[in-house]
């Protein structure tokens, strides 16, 4: 298919504009060759000194640091006792690991579908999906909005089940003035370079049950534990340690710790200013009849990760594809998330079908990812409006 360019006149910019960037200053690089200078690059101090502040920022009581957000997610799922022949519910909107840290146990996903104007999970598609194999929901927290937690842990706690909160997006928002992170039962954090804090790679599960915590610590580490409390042998000596579990390396090194711990010095400078794109976007979209703006529950306190374009097919005489490619003609490099997870060919050979959650279905294919992130200038924001409302003017029917 053709690229639909508008003919005539320049693009509204002359260099391509990222739908996701990080933000690397001169203390974070410090941070970094600090450690590198240091006695330990892995398993060293960092790493408590990043739970820790983990722990401080979101009120929960126990964090533990890992390799990145699909293993925390992993880890989450085995630490809730999720095993073969169980069923996890979650969101088909979504990265991919948030289904698959249920395979990786042998269990089942389950796929409930989203509201479609939040577009998180649905409470009452989770409940309706319950089955007496269900033993975790894993509510993602899309585009850095919360899920509807109080409705969420009231299902989870009348069915016996474990709340497992993908946080991947979530990093700085809040929930009826709570930071996310303490508010399930298992909380998980993402830290990959398009995040709003990143080490280049690292995860993160929180929580405020000290069983599960402990569990956590197992599988971060092959299982293996020098924990006297736990030990079944007695020790030959100060070097003794035990594998009591099959755990993974699910390490984080004390370089990415570093990182990570300088960019949440700057957290809310980060969330002040997506705040500020996001306002400007809203502002902007609101007025065009071609475009839905994604509504929010007043519970949620937003740090958006993600900005979700949402079209109108009916007012416009292109379809998703081609508004996609006019918005890379104008050098507005823009991204789609997500494809519904059982699309998926690996999901359809397990037996998934398209239609079954048909609000998710819908939103997949009207939706763009438009550039959101802390460097963008204020010229950046109005170039991406501009070139949002020079095709759907454009293009209007």
Known sequence: M?????EGGKPVRETPIYYGHQYIDDADIQAVVD?????????GPKIGELENKLCTLTGAKYAVVCANGTAALHMAALAAGVKEGDEVITTPITFAASANCALYCGARPVFADIDP???NIDPKKVEAAITPATKAVVAVDYTGQSAALDPLRDICKRHG???IEDGAHVIGTKYKGQPNGSLSDMTTFSFHPVKTVTGGEGGAVLTNDEALYNKLLLFRAHGITRDESLLEHEPDG??????IALGFNYRMTDMQAALIISQLDKLPMFGRRRKEIVKRYDEAFSKMPELFVQRE???SDTTR???ILRLVPEKLTIDRKQFFAALAAENVC????????????YYEKLGYKRGICPNAEKLYGEIISLPLYYAMSDEDVENVIEAVRKIADFYRV
């Open 305 to 307: 990760h993600l900005y």
């Open 238 to 243: 100060p070097w003794y340690y035990e594998q």
């Open 2 to 6: 053709e690229k639909p360019a508008i």
């Open 297 to 299: 529950i007043p519970e």
């Open 161 to 163: 089940l474990t709340l």
């Open 334 to 345: 823009c991204n789609v998330h997500y494809i519904p997870t059982y699309y998926f060919p």
């Open 117 to 119: 104007e939040t577009y």
């Open 35 to 43: 450690v590198m200078k240091s006695d330990y690059l892995t398993c």
